[in-house]
């Protein structure tokens, strides 16, 4: 069986914004990561020094990454509950029913709430 693989290559963010987190560590030191990257992470002995060493590091491991998109062609059916997508279109109590759901779920009235599952 053959497998047709579509493969391109996409066009770099230009300066993609990323967002570092800077740890304070129980012995005086500093943590600096990227949160979208979490992988990416440095310790040091200042809050600057850490977040520079990060910025080099990612900055250096970016420039031997390619991105690259692909079209997975997966031939597996769509998710089970997309089957009863628009079922009740014609089911006339359906509003009604629908109505009453949205009006409890917007009173204020708590009647039927137990206050001892809060305690």
């Known amino acids: 069986m053959a497998l047709n693989v579509n493969v ?3 066009q770099p963010a230009i300066n993609p ?4 987190l800077v740890e304070t ?22 809050k600057e020094e850490a977040i520079a060493q990060l910025q080099a590091t990612f900055l250096e491991r ?5 991105a690259i998109s692909w079209d997975a062609p997966l ?3 769509p998710s ?9 279109q014609n ?14 779920r917007t009173s204020d009235d708590e009647t039927e709430v137990d206050p001892s ?3």
């Open 8 to 10: 391109t290559q996409s």
């Open 17 to 20: 914004k990323v967002t570092l």
């Open 117 to 119: 599952y809060y305690l």
């Open 25 to 46: 560590l129980k012995n005086g030191g500093f943590a600096a990561s990227i949160f979208e990257f979490p992988n990416f992470r440095v310790e040091a002995t200042t």
């Open 91 to 104: 089911d006339p109590d359906f509003q009604e029913i629908m109505d009453k759901i949205r009006a409890e």
């Open 75 to 77: 031939s597996v059916p």
């Open 62 to 66: 970016v420039s031997h990454i390619e």
């Open 80 to 88: 089970t509950w997309m089957q009863f997508a628009g079922i009740f």
